[in-house]
């Protein structure tokens, strides 16, 4: 037991590694930047106190955003509404055949929220946390929980990023691209006269010609993945989604949350815009429930989809069968009209 302890404890100790290279890497720019050139290098006063201004401006931002990532708790699952009642619990712990198992499961399934399946169909479970798992929800090993609408498990922040902090994250990334940027863009003039000796040698020459190499290549490398997470972000899906595409009890579906641009971002940044750019929760939804793309959009276009998937034959007309473990299912496609929109709506009903 004690060592085991040890090593869990050693290892917990080790994630932190990369958060601290971080800080160190900030900290040191941030010595670099205003002490090295603002105080030491620039003549002009003018100049001196509006690269000051901008700079922290930035670097607030910046490090509020990081440390809202590192500390936000990660979001799991309720075990009220997700755990298995008593009852089924004790049966599906007794039970020996897997296929009986994953029978109990899709039972108490059916009274839950969840439309999400394993590669083979079967009902996503998690034994660790002794849980259904809800849609978009993914175990993770590192922080030994559920987490909701997992995106990854970060190192560098040495959290898991989902629903909880994924405004955060991308905050994080934003601002920190911006701050490269300011560094860069301000810094490169006296890395240039320091490199054709324009400047004689000094203790800041250095540290100037460091900051902006460090800067321009934490600029690219942030910029790359601050513009594949914007983009994840306008199709609703997630770095496990992007990898693995969500399969639905339809099949899989690479779009199956995209609700369109607009409500795709909000979903992540919620209505109140004044607060998209500040690391405070705005997020649509509660993480453990989504709504799909085949809800509140016109009915053609659902049929379109529909089809494209081969869900209903192309004239429309007659419903297709599913064959779900044996059990056929029909998927019905509902048209509801009112004076404000158009919603379809799809159900699974036994035949």
């Known amino acids: 037991m004690a060592p085991s302890y040890v090593v869990k404890s050693c290892k917990k100790l080790l994630n932190w590694i990369p958060v601290v290279f971080i ?102 479970y998690c034994d660790s946390c002794q849980l259904i798992k809800p849609d978009r929800c993914h175990h993770c090993s590192t922080c030994e929980m559920c987490v909701l609408k997992m995106d990854h498990h970060c190192p560098w922040v040495n959290n898991c990023v989902g629903f909880s902090n994924y405004k955060f994250f991308v905050l994080f990334l934003g601002y920190g691209f911006v701050y490269c940027l300011v560094i860069s863009a301000t810094v490169i003039r006296y ?27 934490f600029f690219l490398s942030i910029l790359c993945l ?34 369109g641009f607009s409500r795709n971002v909000a979903e992540v940044f919620g209505d109140r815009k004044i607060l998209w750019l500040f690391p405070i929760f705005s997020g649509l939804g509660d993480g453990q429930t989504f709504v799909t793309r085949l809800v509140h959009i016109d009915p053609e276009q659902a049929n379109q989809i529909l089809q494209q998937n081969g869900k209903i034959p192309a004239d429309g007309e007659n419903h297709s069968s599913l064959l779900e473990n044996g059990v056929a299912h029909t998927v019905a496609v509902i048209s509801e009209k009112s004076a404000a929109d158009q919603t379809v709506s799809v159900t699974m009903e036994s035949v």
């Open 226 to 259: 601050f513009s594949y997470h914007l983009w994840l972000i306008g199709q609703n899906r997630t770095t496990n989604e992007a990898m693995r595409s969500p399969i639905f009890r339809n099949g899989r579906d690479k779009k199956g949350f995209s609700l």
């Open 23 to 124: 800080n160190l890497v900030v900290f040191w720019s941030y010595y670099a930047y205003v002490v090295e050139l603002c105080v030491y290098t620039i003549p002009g006063d003018a100049e001196r106190v509006s690269y000051l201004v901008v700079f922290h401006f930035f670097f607030f931002l910046f490090i509020w955003s990081y440390w809202k990532t590192i500390l936000s708790t990660p979001a799991c699952p309720s075990s009220n509404a997700f755990g298995l009642p008593k009852a089924e619990k004790e049966q599906y712990e007794r039970e020996q055949s897997s296929e009986v198992q994953q029978e109990l499961l899709k039972k108490v399934a059916l009274e839950m929220p969840v439309y999400t399946r394993t590669a083979g169909g079967a009902v996503r």
């Open 191 to 217: 890395f240039i006269m320091f490199w054709t000796k324009q400047l004689s040698d000094t203790h800041a020459k250095f540290h100037i010609l460091f900051l902006f190499l460090v800067a321009a290549m």
